[in-house]
């Protein structure tokens, strides 16, 4: 079983800054793709900013230059530096992992193609 757990999630001011941080646990051998998704109310849930076992990165136009994602694979772990926040940065924010190989309780390696965070809130205050 894979989990994935998020963290730095709060309130903060307009121009301030928080990082979120989100680790995948199990019998992991491989993580593909990691990233952060966001969801605020009333609104679709959209893609903040990933990034491969390779390095690749996307991100989100309207946090180009704000946020900064960064992974450690030994650690299966991605981070989210988000500096200069905004009202409209206010929303809950998912923890996203695809294609992880991974040991079954039963000792078998198993593909799981997708696996989300339980999501953490970001308030920013204007």
């Known amino acids: 079983q894979v989990q994935l757990v998020e963290s730095g999630g709060g309130l903060v001011q307009a121009g301030g800054s928080l990082r979120l941080s989100c680790v995948a646990s199990g019998s992991i051998f491989s993580v593909n793709a990691m990233g952060w998704y966001r969801q605020a109310p009333g609104k679709q849930r959209e893609l903040v900013a990933a990034?491969?076992?390779?390095?690749?990165?996307n991100y989100a136009d309207s946090v180009k230059g704000r946020f900064t994602i960064s992974r450690d694979n030994d650690k299966n772990t991605v981070n989210l530096q988000m500096n200069s926040l905004n009202s409209e940065d206010t929303a809950v924010y998912y923890c996203n992992a695809k294609n992880i190989i991974a040991k079954k309780t039963n000792g078998i390696p198993y593909r799981y193609l997708e696996v989300w965070g339980q999501g953490t809130l970001v308030t920013v205050s204007s």
């Open positions: 990034i491969t076992s390779s390095g690749n990165i």
